[in-house]
């Protein structure tokens, strides 16, 4: 999971940096999923943005709020149901 703060651009921006990290040390069949976290907080990275960048790199994308526990257990969900799918 990469997660960045939707509050913050500067968390948004780093995405592209940690997706190219990863790739370049992680098996290629590695799942990832990017977390829009903090939902419940005026956002300046628009739902759009996070999608397209979430799209480019092939993963999905959900928005998330730790403080109110909104949609934290579904991100789990979507990587255990991905790496479910990997396996069959």
Not at 6 to 34: H, P, Y
Not at 36 to 52: C, F, H, I, R
Not at 55 to 82: C, P, V, W
Request: hydrophobic residues 45%; proline residues 1%.
């Amino acid at each position: 999971m990469i997660v960045f703060d939707r509050a913050n651009r500067q968390t948004f921006e780093g995405v592209e940096f940690w997706m190219e990290d990863l790739k370049n040390q992680v098996d290629q069949k590695t799942i990832f999923l990017l977390l829009g976290n903090k939902s419940d907080l005026e956002p300046v990275v628009s739902t759009e943005e996070a999608q397209e960048i979430a799209e480019k790199h092939g993963m999905r994308y959900i928005e998330t709020s730790a403080l109110n526990n909104d949609q934290i257990s579904m991100a789990f969900e979507l990587i255990i149901r991905e790496i479910a799918l990997g396996v069959e």
